[in-house]
């Protein structure tokens, strides 16, 4: 039968609200809290079931009371759910509306977080003077974490309120083209990259999101709609800044980024376990004759870095079931 007034509370019902160990389904609390699917699951211990036939204890209901409650501590405020109180040993279940909007409550909301947790970064920096271009690449590398295999892992990460953001910087020394390229850099401002569309501790991100940055140092172009999720092991670009006020004789000198991954690596709907961060930097002089190579002044020496940052979520009402990603960064130019 279905959860309803006045009607007895069988196996059955309590079994449709929480979901099996697996499960996928929308609206149903394992869905969310557990494995899940995709950009569905936290990787928390699964709500156990009640066997058909047996009874549904005030343990079984305190358990979905108060995971539900969990859930919604850490989405945070967009998720609203009306306050249940949680039975003890002994006291008589008694139908309540909200037990089961509150679980349909919380599925759309699965990948917001309230807060996010401790971070980890790679600096990579070009120690020497460089004309035409230098090229970052970083990777990104989830692994396994206990019994998790990496593949969830990596997608636990990102469900759960984790993000990557890389940010440029260059010195400015006072010659044209080193002012030109801190401004290029500064006015790229912080690219971060999400699962998707979602808001985390207070801020609204898309797939990949700028946040800060000045136009009027620098033209951006972001790819919005790439996340986590639509990564593939093509290069896609998520950003692209040109300088709004070059120096003459140095047109549109640019930074350009790019990700992609290793592919899908598990069964449960990931996005890869590596991915792959390509920042380009190029001086561009106009109006050269057919056939000439850009060749620019050199910048300043050692003053040009790419940071790539890995933001853990939070673990204030989740059990990390994430790994850490490993970073590493090389640059190679001329």
């Given at each position: 039968m279905s959860y309803s007034q006045y009607g007895k509370i069988e196996a059955v019902d309590f079994n449709n609200?929480?979901?099996g160990s697996t499960d996928t389904?929308?609206?149903r609390l394992n869905t969310v809290w557990g494995r899940g699917t995709g950009s569905k699951g936290y990787g928390q211990p699964f709500v156990i079931n009640v066997g058909v036939g047996d009874s549904v204890s005030a343990a079984n209901w305190a358990s979905l009371i108060n995971t539900t409650s969990s859930i919604k501590n850490h989405q945070g405020p967009g998720t609203s759910i009306t306050s249940v109180s949680s039975p003890v040993t002994g006291d008589k279940i008694n139908y309540v509306a909200a037990v089961s909007s509150n679980v349909t409550a919380i599925y759309p909301n699965s990948l917001n977080a309230v807060s996010q947790g401790s971070s980890t970064n790679n600096t990579t920096t070009y120690a020497t003077s460089w004309?035409?271009?230098?090229?970052?690449?970083?990777t990104i590398t989830f692994g396994v974490n206990g019994s998790i295999a990496a593949a969830d892992a990596a997608r636990y990460f990102f469900n759960a309120g984790g993000q990557i953001k890389i940010q440029c910087a260059h010195g400015a020394t006072g010659t044209?083209?080193?002012?030109?390229?801190n401004k290029l850099a500064s006015g790229l401002g912080t690219i971060v990259l999400s699962a998707a569309s979602t808001t985390i501790a207070g801020t609204t991100y898309t797939g990949t999101t700028q946040v800060g940055g000045d136009p009027l140092k620098a033209t951006s172009t972001i790819g919005t709609g790439v996340g986590y999720y639509t990564l593939t092991t093509t290069n896609q670009q998520i950003a692209s800044v040109t300088s709004a006020a070059s120096p003459t004789g140095y047109g549109s000198s640019n930074i350009t980024m790019s990700v992609k991954s290793n592919g899908a690596q598990g069964v449960n709907g990931d996005a890869g376990t590596v991915i792959t961060v390509t920042t380009v930097w190029t001086e561009v002089l106009p109006n050269e004759p057919a056939g000439w190579a850009n060749i620019g002044l050199a910048t300043n020496a050692g003053s040009s870095s790419t940071t790539v940052t890995a933001v853990e979520p939070s673990t204030s009402y989740l059990t990390k079931s994430w790994s850490t990603p490993a970073l590493a960064g090389?640059?190679?130019?001329?």
């Open positions: 609200l929480v979901g389904n929308a609206n004309r035409l271009s230098i090229t970052f690449t970083h044209a083209i080193d002012t030109m390229f090389s640059v190679t130019g001329s």
